[in-house]
T-cell receptor, first 109, second 114 residues
């Protein structure tokens, strides 16, 4: 079967760094996406990885290891507005997205 | 501004009633999708369409129907056969649906049972 695993909830302090992990088992792999979703709102695209390694985009970075079926999203210099759910999604061999349940990130002052 | 518009934002359904959720995009995307989001679960695909006048069932299509008569529009009907329709419904679109381009989402419709 297809499976995406993420921690349900994480807590971090404003100004700190947090790493959100995602492990996956899917039928085929055409890339991995990270999205941010504030409560009651639409998911917004953060990053895409298809090759192994780190992709950096401002305060956010995303890492992929295809051999380990593993990715993480790294958020630096955390701000209160970063409080949201972070969704990991893998694009399978049919280009369909398989979604994890999301990680709710709580930022404390 | 280009984007995806979903309406209404909130919708209430009575027993035995069909309701239709609207989704319109002006991004000139070929592919469009409908997802259902329930608490504690990942987004689940209901239907998708990669071209006008063609659509495919997703993982949870039972109790739902769609049409794709225009490139810009992909309405979803929640029929009375869907016994547990209370959820947050998200419409998305992407360039072709066969590449690595990200999906862009509308603001969602929250459907509840009266």
């Amino acid at each position: 079967g297809q499976n995406i695993d993420q921690p349900t909830e994480m807590t971090a302090t404003e100004g700190a760094i947090v790493q959100i992990n995602c492990t996956y088992q899917t039928s085929g792999f055409n890339g991995l996406f990270w999205y941010q979703q504030h409560a009651g709102e639409a998911p917004t695209f953060l990053s895409y990885n298809v090759l192994d390694g780190l992709e950096e985009k401002g305060r956010f970075s995303s890492f992929l290891s295809r051999s380990k079926g593993y990715s993480y999203l790294l958020l630096k210099e955390l701000q209160m507005k970063d409080s949201a759910s972070y969704l990991c999604a893998v694009q399978d061999s049919n280009y369909q997205l398989i979604w994890g349940a999301g990680t709710k990130l709580i930022i404390k002052p | 501004d280009g984007g995806i518009t979903q309406s209404p934002k909130y919708l209430f359904r009575k027993e035995g009633q069909n309701v239709t959720l609207s989704c319109e995009q002006n991004l000139n995307h070929d592919a469009m999708y409908w997802y259902r989001q329930d608490p504690g679960q990942g987004l689940r695909l209901i239907y998708y369409s990669q071209i006008v006048n063609d659509f495919q069932k997703g993982d949870i299509a039972e109790g739902y129907s769609v049409s794709r008569e225009k490139k810009e529009s992909f309405p979803l009907t929640v029929t009375s056969a869907q016994k547990n329709p209370t959820a947050f419904y998200l419409c998305a679109s992407s360039y072709t649906g066969r590449d690595h381009q990200p999906q862009h989402f509308g603001d969602g419709t929250r459907l509840s049972i009266l």
